[in-house]
């Protein structure tokens, strides 16, 4: 089952987020074929606030569990996370 997460930066968070990316980009990586797509969301300066991962996992708790060990949640980088099951009509 796919799930996306989005997550929402808290305000003037933009170095927490830098500081954290190498680490995040390497724990997307680590999850090979069942990352489906990842990037930032942006505001409309286009500075990164946020962030929408769509995952292939067998569970909302394991979904849970990769929200809970990003190193940017772990850094205390979002205010607010959403997990939700999706399904993929198009393309």
Known sequence: MLYVICCTDKANHL???MDNRPAHVEYLKSFGAKLFAAGPTLNEAGDMN???VILDLDSRTDAEAFAAGDPYAKAGL???VTINAWKKVLP
Do not use: D, N, P, T
Request: charged residues 10%; without cysteine; hydrophobic residues 45%.
């Open 78 to 80: 979002f205010s607010a």
């Open 15 to 17: 170095q927490v987020r």
């Open 50 to 52: 946020g962030s929408v």
